[in-house]
């Protein structure tokens, strides 16, 4: 039987010994077997042994001769290689023709690639891009390239732009990065968000996580419409989206919502409102990252599926709701998250790593909390969970409808700041109360603002204000 280790023993010895063996297979099993295991090849491997491989029937063979001949890096199989990229009956073979084609870094195959640069495939486009961005300099690949820069594919538009049309930044690295934010530190607003944002200024705030009013289904949120609610709902969030600073996350928890019927001649109607806001955010540039699912107990949730139960009519079935979205988006940038982490020190980073054990899927299993004064609190562990996945000790996070103040317990507790508004004066009290429990050990001040003396503060004047 070949075991790998032969293979390497093979490879070890003269080059010839390998050639010979490669040659000997006839059986279809064996010939994948070595070629899955060859592993690097020595720079010296005659790879024409392999060549009568790229006839075989089988895709998986073929496109594994196709790739150990580009572990060789070597012009002289262009051709071949070429041809499969032409002719090769599976598009799977073909794709990794173009990628071995790419790794030879030949000048003789940039007629070939420009040609490629017209298919179908998105897949194959983009491998083929990445291999004419090794001849970048060459001024007929720039020019072919460039072409794509309103491709009707997105990945292919974002690569060529990023490649050609996108200023390198020159902002230097901002070392702190809640600078801007001093006086926002620790800070809960009084008043509406919209009035309060005008005066936050850009890209001061780390994170937002917030669970904005429900529509109609709660004596502080009635709106005129369910159109004039989500747009209210966008004009917050594109606001979210100016303080915010580049590449950073905003965090959305919503779920549908039920206004019940009027009378037992209406039906009761459903608003979607997590896919309809959704539209409006990625419109406004915030970048979808992840679906978190917050699952509940069932018994913690309103009973709906009790009529079915007991009529068991198909159409008539309404289960149990325990899930509400967590929706994860991030400002756009053409930075990765490396950028954004590289802005903290180690020692902020070590600080900051989440220890221990940390849920891995994006089914988060949490129970509610239900409290007396407000109807719809977040669980502290839900927030907890936001504020150590998604920012850094010292972050700024932000929850512009801040109810009982949840968010900001959580941020304190991880030696975060906070910033938090909120309208109703009955919750600015319970935030107050429930901050105080939280601050009695620590020595934290903590600024309750109206709309007034927060201006005041942000025009700079930072003393005229007794917090
Ligand atoms: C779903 S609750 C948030 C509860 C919060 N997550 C908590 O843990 O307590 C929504 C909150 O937004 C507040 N709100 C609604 N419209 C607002 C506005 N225009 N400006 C500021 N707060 C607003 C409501 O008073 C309500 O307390």
């Not at 075989?56 to 262009?78: E, P, Q, S």
């Not at 292919?156 to 801007?180: C, G, R």
């Not at 938090?420 to 009695?440: Q, S, W």
Request: proline share 4%.
């Amino acid at each position: 039987m070949i075991t790998r280790e032969y293979i390497n023993d093979l490879k070890a010895k003269n080059n010839g010994e390998l050639n010979s063996f490669i040659n000997e297979q006839k059986d279809n099993s064996s010939i994948q077997f070595i070629l899955e295991n060859l592993g690097r090849l020595p720079l010296d491997f005659d790879g024409h042994c392999l060549i009568p491989f790229l006839m075989n029937k089988h895709d998986n063979i073929r496109y594994l001769t196709v790739k150990n001949i580009g572990k060789l890096c070597n012009d002289k199989y262009l051709e071949l290689i070429l041809k499969v990229a032409k002719e090769d009956q599976s598009s799977f073979v073909r794709r990794e023709a173009i990628s071995t084609i790419g790794r030879m870094k030949s000048e003789k195959a940039i007629p070939f690639l420009i040609e490629m640069l017209k298919g179908t495939d998105p897949k194959v486009v983009l491998q083929v891009i990445r291999a004419l961005l090794v001849f970048k300099s060459n001024s007929i690949v720039q020019e072919e390239l460039k072409k794509l820069a309103n491709h009707s594919n997105e990945m292919i538009q974002y690569v060529i732009q990023k490649q050609f049309y996108t200023k390198k930044s020159i902002k230097y690295l901002d070392k702190n990065p809640v600078i801007n934010s001093e006086f926002m530190k620790n800070v809960v607003v009084y008043g509406d968000v919209l009035e309060t944002l005008k005066y936050v200024p850009d890209e001061s705030i780390n994170l937002t996580f917030t669970s904005p009013p429900y529509y109609n289904a709660r004596d502080y949120s009635i709106y005129p419409s369910y159109k004039e609610y989500i747009l209210f709902l966008a004009a917050v969030f594109k606001e979210i989206y100016r303080v915010t600073k580049e590449g950073r996350f905003f965090i959305l928890n919503t779920s549908p919502v039920i206004i019940p019927r009027v009378s037992r001649q209406h039906s009761s109607k459903r608003y979607p409102i997590p896919f309809d806001i959704h539209y409006y955010l990625i419109k406004m540039g915030w970048e979808f990252i992840d679906d978190i699912i917050w699952v509940k107990p069932e018994a913690s949730v309103k009973n709906r599926i009790a009529g079915f139960s007991q009529h068991r009519k198909p159409l008539a079935y309404k289960p149990n709701q325990v899930t509400e979205y967590v929706m994860v988006y991030r400002k756009k940038t053409d930075k990765l998250l490396d950028w954004n982490i590289r802005q903290y020190d180690w020692e902020i980073i070590k600080k900051s790593k989440v220890q221990g054990e940390y849920e891995t899927t994006n089914v988060w299993r949490i129970d509610p909390t239900f409290d007396k004064v407000h109807s719809a609190v977040f669980p502290i562990e839900l927030c907890s969970r936001i504020v150590k996945f998604y920012s850094y000790v010292g972050d700024l996070v932000f929850d512009p409808f801040a109810g009982s103040g949840t968010l900001g317990r959580a941020a304190l507790n991880l030696e975060r700041y906070f910033f938090l508004t909120e309208k109703e004066e009955k919750y600015i009290e319970k935030i107050k109360h429930e901050i105080n429990k939280e601050t009695l050990f620590i020595n934290k001040k903590i600024y309750f603002l109206d709309i007034l003396k927060f201006k005041k503060l942000m025009e700079g004047n930072p003393h005229d204000f007794n917090g």
